[in-house]
């Protein structure tokens, strides 16, 4: 099983838009996908109807060590090739609980050793949705990853919040270390995404220029990480997933199935057939291209 990250201090850069479009993307072309939600306002487990309210077996159950239960997530699967273990938004009272324990940032290693034949052995991709900061939880999600996606708008703020992450994953890499090796126990490497580039803009133009540069001296210097993957358009696309619950490969789907091949029902739901004939305006182009994005994030994955 392949773990992927999404994570980085800096809010509202499309974080969760992108791992559940990645996630969904992935389970659309036939891989088994589990989503974890580490996410204290569970934005990603909305996408999914009626999975939010058991809190108790939410992602609690694997962080709250304290209780004695011994009370395990519920795995909902939501729909074919993907499960999913939701977010609590009680996970800022249990990480604060956790500030003064010695292994805080295993547990989730240490919860994936105990279940790797009904989890690990199961899947073909984890990947996780973390809250903007490297608070405990997002830090046990770095500890067990394979790659490390972090989105970053063109603003100045986002520009901001990537030094200051790049610094934190590296003071984190070196106190989470193998007691008796001294090696660092996290082993991901980290990649950047530009993400809501737009075209006509003076601040994305320089951003677009810079992420140009950085990859064209990656290439010479044949790094493997910490290096810029790609450049996603600023599209009203990405936004509506989340207000349609739908991922972006659904929508395609949706768009390029003929009317006589639609069922009875959806023929005669007016609300969705109103959604399709907006994804039909979409151009082929522009679907093409979100199938290169996610298939470059799946080569680095």
Avoid at 206 to 221: G, L, Q, R, V, Y
Avoid at 260 to 271: F, G, I, P
Wanted: a positive charge.
């Amino acid at each position: 099983m392949e773990i992927v990250t999404f994570a980085n201090i800096k809010g509202g850069i499309g974080k969760t838009t992108l791992s559940y479009n990645f996630g969904e993307y992935l389970a659309f072309h036939g891989n088994k996908v589990l989503f974890m939600d580490l996410d204290q306002q569970s934005s990603l487990s909305r996408n999914y109807k009626g999975i939010t309210e058991d809190q108790k077996h939410s992602v609690e159950a694997i962080f709250n060590i304290y209780n004695f239960e011994k009370v395990e997530p519920k795995i909902w699967n939501v729909k074919k090739n993907i499960d999913i273990i939701s977010g609590t938004s009680r996970l800022d009272k249990i990480q604060s609980q956790l500030v003064t324990y010695s292994n805080k940032y295993v547990i989730l290693y240490q919860w994936l050793q105990r279940h790797y034949d009904d989890v690990v052995a199961k899947y073909d991709y984890m990947i996780i949705d973390c809250h903007p900061d490297l608070g405990i939880a997002t830090s046990n999600a770095v500890v067990v990853s394979d790659a490390i996606f972090a989105p970053v708008k063109p603003e100045k703020y986002s520009f901001d919040s990537l030094k200051e992450f790049k610094n934190r994953l590296s003071s984190l890499k070196q106190e989470v270390v193998n007691i008796q090796t001294g090696e660092s126990l996290i082993k991901a490497k980290t990649y950047f995404i530009g993400n809501a580039i737009r075209k006509v803009d003076g601040v994305s133009k320089a951003f677009t220029h810079m992420i140009d540069s950085e990859m064209e001296s990656a290439k010479k210097n044949k790094l493997d990480d910490n290096l810029w993957i790609c450049k996603i358009p600023e599209w009203i696309l990405f936004t509506v997933t989340a207000s349609f619950s739908m991922p972006l490969c659904e929508m395609e789907k949706i768009a390029r199935t003929l009317k006589k091949d639609l069922t009875k029902d959806q023929q005669n739901d007016e609300a969705f057939m109103s959604k399709r004939r907006y994804f039909k305006n979409q151009s082929k182009a522009k679907f093409e291209e979100i199938n290169n994005i996610f298939e470059t994030l799946k080569r680095y994955a």
